[in-house]
């Protein structure tokens, strides 16, 4: 049974960090591409990060150079440090494993950025 199980949402006052784990089970980890994504209320899902088996990564234009996703020293894990943090970070972040035609999804952990 494939698992992605996404923590480290939280309550943080803009300026301030956060970093969100996704452990991935069953599933191959190392041919997979990761990603993450978030969703606003009201709003659609939309990509924040991925990265592939490779190590090759692509943001979205509104978190460049304050955000990373990396492939972590733990076992089947991707990490998304988010820095600087601003109100419109606050969303629903989603774990996402894509290859080929196989697409798993995490139940999402909830990062609200707020003073």
């Known amino acids: 049974q494939v698992q992605l199980v996404e923590s480290g949402g939280d309550l943080v006052q803009p300026g301030g960090s956060l970093r969100l784990s996704c452990a991935a089970s069953?599933?191959?980890?190392?041919?997979?591409?990761m990603g993450w994504y978030r969703q606003a209320p009201g709003k659609q899902r939309e990509l924040v990060a991925t990265?592939?088996?490779?190590?090759?990564?692509n943001y979205a234009d509104s978190v460049k150079g304050r955000f990373t996703i990396s492939r972590g020293n733990a076992p089947n894990t991707v990490y998304l440090q988010m820095n600087s943090l601003k109100p419109e970070d606050t969303a629903v972040y989603y774990c996402n494993a894509v290859y080929l035609s196989q697409n798993y999804w995490g139940q999402g952990t909830q990062v609200t950025v707020s003073s």
């Open positions: 990265i592939t088996r490779g190590g090759s990564t």
């Open positions: 069953g599933i191959s980890f190392s041919i997979y591409a």
